[in-house]
């Protein structure tokens, strides 16, 4: 459950190839049914060693230092042989614990819901109430491997991304990272069929998952990349702020100073006429807000870049 640029590459893909890549759930499969909960999120950690495992490194032929990798996802097809996911409230985890004075818990009781997903549909009984939930799937942690030291796939940093949350990270996206080390080394994992902004319990809608992408190859002008990793989507284009241990509302100033300058540099707007313009059709979609973990998606219509 680590990026690390010396675990050697388990495929090698040509830039515009097609990979499928199989994914594990957040838990590596922990989670079977709903008496499986946990007292604390300290007993995850004390069993797996840490959380969100991670399918590669794969190596893109071609990709080296300097450049930039962009993944495009083509499909992602949650819980293709058991139909199944599951969230959970785990005591120490989320963003209503006890310890921020933020509190649900305790006293919420530890609780793990299984949901069955098919035809595009989740649903799900909470309180006997049966729930029902469009799927929505994405990738809930990408990273590149780091320039230098190894890092658990359970964090975040502007390197090579890590544990972001972003539900845009769908189907259609296309998801830009700087290549550290030659190859690129891509890892995907912790597919979500769905979740609500900030994932306030910590826990989403949890799957193994199918995941079909491409890898394109592009120079940090041609991708018009400033510091941030860049999410593009058919209509918006956006950046990712999360560098754990940073508060949310400094994430977004990031991630909005990163928009003002790519206008500025790229697309003709002085600096102050960026500002205003993000000040009227800026948005910002919270991955997650669960200390240390911070992130946000900061982005802007496409029709406004003309």
Same mark, same amino acid.
């Given at each position: 459950m680590v990026f690390d640029? /010396?675990? /050697?590459?388990? *495929?090698t893909v040509d830039p515009g190839e097609p990979v499928l890549i199989e994914t594990a759930d957040s838990l590596c499969g922990l989670v079977? +049914?709903?008496?499986?909960?946990?007292g604390h999120i300290d007993?995850?950690?004390?069993?797996?060693?840490?959380? !969100?495992? *991670?399918?590669?490194?794969?190596?893109? #032929?071609g990709a080296?230092?300097?450049?930039?990798?962009?993944?495009? *996802? /083509?499909?992602?097809?949650?819980?293709?042989?058991? #139909? $199944? @996911?599951?969230t959970a409230v785990i005591p120490g985890w989320g963003a209503l614990v006890h310890d921020q004075g933020y509190t649900l818990q305790p006293p919420v009781t530890p609780a793990t819901t299984i949901c069955e997903? +098919?035809? @595009? $549909?989740?649903?799900m009984t909470l309180d006997g109430r049966t729930v029902r939930i469009p799927a929505r799937p994405f990738l809930g942690t990408v990273g590149v491997a780091p320039a230098t030291e190894r890092r658990l796939t359970l964090s975040q +940093? #502007?390197?090579?991304? @890590?544990?972001? /949350? $972003?539900p845009d990270l769908g189907e259609g996206a296309t998801l830009i990272l700087p290549v550290n080390v030659d190859g690129a080394l891509v890892s995907v994992g912790a597919v979500h069929a769905d979740q609500g902004d900030g994932e306030v319990t910590g826990v989403a809608i949890e799957v193994e998952a199918d995941v079909t992408v491409r890898f394109d190859l592009l120079e940090p002008e041609e991708a018009e990349y400033g510091r941030l990793p860049v999410l593009e989507t058919e209509d918006r284009v956006g950046v990712i702020a999360g560098f754990q241990g940073v508060a949310l509302d400094d994430c977004i100033r990031a991630g909005y100073l990163d928009l003002v300058r790519r206008l500025h540099r790229h697309h003709g707007f002085t600096e102050a006429a960026a500002y205003q313009l993000l000040g009227q059709v800026g948005r910002v979609?919270? @991955? !997650?807000?669960i200390d240390p973990f911070y992130s946000a998606l900061v982005s802007v219509e496409r029709r406004y870049f003309v």
């Open positions: 640029r /010396d675990i /050697d590459p388990v *495929v079977k +049914s709903e008496g499986d909960v946990f007993e995850v950690f004390e069993r797996l060693g840490g959380a !969100n495992p *991670v399918t590669g490194p794969i190596e893109v #032929r080296t230092t300097g450049m930039c990798v962009a993944m495009t *996802v /083509d499909r992602i097809v949650p819980a293709p042989e058991t #139909r $199944q @996911g599951w997903i +098919s035809e @595009g $549909q989740i649903t +940093s #502007r390197e090579y991304l @890590g544990d972001a /949350d $972003q979609r919270v @991955g !997650n807000m």
